[in-house]
Structure formats: C-alpha cells, structure tokens
C-alpha cells in the first residue's frame, strides 16, 4: 500500500486571457486519482460570448451511468448555468455560454482513471 494514492491534489488556476487551452493532469496518458482542479476563466466583459470546444474526452463511467470522475463547465458570473457536467468518452463537442467568469472543474475519485480531456476555448466581444 502506497499512501500517495490516499493524497488528494487540489488545484485551482486563474485564465485571465480569450482564448485558452486545457487538459487533465498528465494527459494524453491517464489521470491521477483524488483529484480536484478548477480552472476559472475571466474574460473580464459579461457580454462575452465564449465557446469551448472539447476535442477529447475519457473518463471513467461508474456502473449505472453515474459519474464518480467528471468534467463540468459551468457560467459563474452572471450566476450559475451548468452547461455541461459529464464522464464517459465523447469527441468533438462544442459548447456555448455568455459571461464574465466560467469555472472547468475535474473531479476523480480513487478508484480507475482513463486519459482525461483535452478542450479549448475561443471568446468574442459584441
């Protein structure tokens, strides 16, 4: 028994640009468990319209379709539409939202990991 598995890694980054990329921890190999990070991202205008665009995503999918590990993407300024919260695999999507401050959150249990994600997001003023 290692006691590194029983370590949770919190993580919390601040994107203060337009566009941006993001990926899980150690993407494209798999994830860690017990991990929780957040990336907030201020675009600095709340008639900023921003979209993200996953490219990939594999994370694991508990029985029954529950998701112990996710991806969740949520608009937090104005307050608070989730547009997407999600595991399991999934290519290409795209996402839309309209804010100041967004919130990715990546959440994993200590049980199995996959690769993780890989996503973008592009903004624009109108």
């Known amino acids: 028994m290692y006691f590194s598995e029983f370590i949770a890694t919190n993580t919390l980054k601040y994107e203060d640009n337009i566009d941006g990329h993001i990926v899980s921890p150690g993407y494209p190999l798999?994830?860690?468990?017990?991990?929780?990070?957040?990336?907030?991202?201020r675009?600095?205008?709340?008639?900023a319209n921003i979209m993200f665009r996953i490219f990939e995503m594999d994370i694991k999918e508990s029985t029954g379709n529950s998701c112990d590990d996710y991806l969740e993407i949520e608009e937090i300024e104005p307050c608070c539409v989730r547009l997407f919260k999600r595991c399991g695999r999934l290519?290409?999507?795209?996402?839309?939202?309209?804010?100041?401050?967004?919130?990715?959150?990546?959440?994993?249990?200590?049980?199995?990991?996959?690769?993780?994600?890989n996503l973008i997001w592009r903004g624009s003023f109108l």
């Open 91 to 117: 290519e290409n999507k795209n996402l839309f939202g309209r804010g100041k401050e967004f919130r990715v959150s990546f959440i994993s249990d200590q049980r199995l990991t996959e690769r993780g994600f």
């Open 30 to 41: 798999e994830y860690p468990n017990n991990s929780n990070y957040t990336w907030v991202i």
């Open 43 to 47: 675009t600095g205008n709340t008639s």
